[in-house]
Structures are given as C-alpha cells and as structure tokens.
C-alpha cells in the first residue's frame, strides 16, 4: 500500500473515532497454531478417521462430525459460528475467497506474535528463545497514552511473553506460566494456589488457569486492553494427538464465550468493547501428516485467520478479501479502534479499515 493511500486511511479513521469512535476497551484472545481449516469447516474427516492422530474415532465422529458443513463447523466452535458470525467479522476462510497471512517468513510463533503486536514483521525476530523484543508493541504504545496507563494487562500461558511484549521496558502487565498472581483479590489467590499445585501434562500451565487468571483480573482490576493467550492447541498438534487437539480448540471456545457474557454483563465494558481473536501461525493441509507442523518449509502454515465482534465492527459474517490482509495490520487496528495512530520507531502496516468501518 503507498503513503498517501496509508495516510488518507488514517486521517479517515482519525475523523470518524473523534466523530462516532464507541470502542473504550479491547480484549484479545490467541489460539496458537490455530488451523484455519478447522476454524472454517470443523473437524478434519481424514485426520479424524486416522487412528495415528485420533485415538477413538467413533468419539470424535460422534462429538463434532456432521456431514453438512454449518452444522460441523458449530459443533467445534459454537460461540464463533452462533455469535461471532452473526454480530461480528470473520477472515481467513480461503475457500471463501477470504485470505489473511502472516507477512514474516517464518511462520512459527515469536515471529508471529511479534508480527501481531508491532505491525512489523521484522525478520531479525527468527527464534522462539527468550530475547528481549527491540520493537514497540501497541500494547506498550497504548499504555502510554491519557486514560490508559497501568491499564494494559496480558495473561499468557507460554512463558515466552514477557520477552515478546518486552514487559521490562513496555511497562505492561504480562502474568506468564506460572508467574506468581501477587494480588491481594481471594479469586486470583485461588487460582495461583492451583497453578502451583496442578499437574502440567504440556510442561505449562492449563490453558484454563491462563483463562481464569485473566477473567478474575478483568472484574477485579478493569483493564482497558487485556490479552489472553491460549497455547494447547500448538502443543497438541505438535504431539500428533488431533482429538486433543480439537478439544482444546472447543473449550477454548466456551472460554472465549464465557469472557465475552462476562464483558457484557459489566457496566464498564458492555457496548464498549472490541473483541478480537486470531492465531499466530498457521499449520499444514496438503500433506496431511504436515498438519502438525508448521514454519518456512510447510506451505500452508502462513495461512491464518481474524475474528472481530465490537461496537465499531460492522455485522458482516464472513468477508470476502480482494486483496489478502496480513497479521501486520492488526497491531495498527487494535490502536485505531481505540481512536490513536500507531506510529512506532520501526515501519508498520495500515489498519483493517473493514473492521473500523
């Protein structure tokens, strides 16, 4: 895209968030190494029916197969295709002509969630090792701005997070793992006890504990920006154990469901608040042992997706792309939809205008 059609979009969205701007508050969610695949069209028939990657096939079949597609695709995600789908935006579904890809060449997660967050694809990010992100993530940039300081909180169960949000330097509130909940909210208490004391079959933290950690935080504290980010879902895949996999897929859909009655149910935050989720990678599918993997030699696995549901995101389903949109843009969105430009020290992307709309 040139400068001048990036600056037009930006003094647009500028004029419309000073004019009718209804977003006060943001919440992300990430399923890492989430496949679009399934995301769009439910469980996998062949992987399903492989007994190297689904233990009990009858189970599965009989949890979330259906032969037609809707019916196949709410069985995994109900919360995405009953509300989501309905009062919000959905990319990513190729076979839809709706095309989001990561822009870095790695394809793997550091690069990615770096890519998210900076709107910068920055090539020297090319490991998953803990070292201190160089770039300025919107999440930082937000934290600084009037209204918004100490108000940016991000519960993570990969313990890779304080690196790539740099929390040493951003100032932000990143709770990773099994980092001690120092607060004094009985809830949040609980929950660090369980954290310590539960078995970590993955090496990491329940995806849940992540979860609860980070709801219990939004009703005590109020954050204005809160991140979670689920991990499960790469593991799982990584392990070749596809009906874990889809599990934890379909619960970290009620959790998502369960945040969003949560948002709606507080004063603070109904009406008011912009929720987005998406991946930070894709996977494989042509080659069907090559789902559990992903990164530069695997195809498929810049292929990711973007669900959008808030006051300021336009009701639309499924949104057919004319070009693809890249995971680069949606560090710039996040800003815009809070009313700011996201302009750090390194180049960035423009935001999703169709999300703002």
């Known amino acids: 895209m040139n400068k001048i059609l990036r600056i037009l979009i930006l003094l647009a969205i500028a004029w419309r968030g000073s004019a009718q701007q209804k977003t006060e508050n943001i919440v992300i969610v990430t399923l890492d190494g989430m496949r679009w695949q399934e995301v ?86 090319n490991s998953n090792d803990k070292i201190l992100n160089k770039n300025t993530n919107v999440l930082e940039f937000i934290n600084h701005q009037k209204g918004f300081q100490g108000k940016i909180a991000a519960f993570t169960t990969w313990d890779v997070f304080p690196y790539i949000l740099n929390k040493w330097r951003s100032g932000i509130y990143v709770n990773a793992d099994v980092d001690t909940l120092r607060f004094d909210n009985p809830q949040l208490k609980l929950i660090n006890d369980m954290q310590l004391l539960s078995a970590k079959p993955l090496g990491l933290r329940p995806d849940i504990l992540t979860y609860i950690a980070g709801r219990e935080y939004l009703k005590a504290y109020k954050p204005r920006v809160l991140y979670i980010a689920f ?3 790469d593991d799982f895949a990584h392990e070749g154990l596809y ?93 815009a939809l809070l009313g700011f430009n996201f302009i750090p020290d390194h180049e960035t992307a423009s935001p999703i205008a169709s999300i703002i709309h």
């Open 40 to 125: 769009f069209g439910g469980v996998d028939f062949q992987l399903m029916s492989d007994k190297r990657f689904t233990r009990d096939s009858e189970q599965v079949a009989k949890k979330y197969w259906d032969a037609d597609l809707s019916g196949r695709r709410m069985k995994l995600f109900p919360f995405f295709w009953s509300t989501v789908f309905r009062q919000g935006q959905l990319y990513g579904d190729r076979n839809q002509a709706s095309e989001v890809n990561n822009a870095n060449p790695y394809k793997f997660s550091y690069p990615g969630y770096n890519e998210i967050f900076t709107g910068y694809p920055d090539t020297a990010v």
């Open 231 to 233: 991990d499960e879902t």
């Open 243 to 335: 009906d874990q996999y889809l599990e934890s897929a379909h619960a970290e859909d009620a959790m998502i469901a369960d945040l969003w009655s949560t948002i709606q149910s507080m004063p603070e935050y109904k009406n008011k608040t912009t929720l987005i989720v998406t991946c930070d990678h894709g996977r494989g599918d042509k080659i069907k042992e090559q789902w559990r993997d992903h990164g530069q030699k695997v195809e498929d696995a810049g292929h990711i997706w973007i669900a959008v549901m808030g006051p300021d995101t336009k009701a639309t389903g499924i949104v057919k792309t004319q070009t693809p949109i890249y995971q680069k843009q949606i560090g710039p969105t996040i800003a």
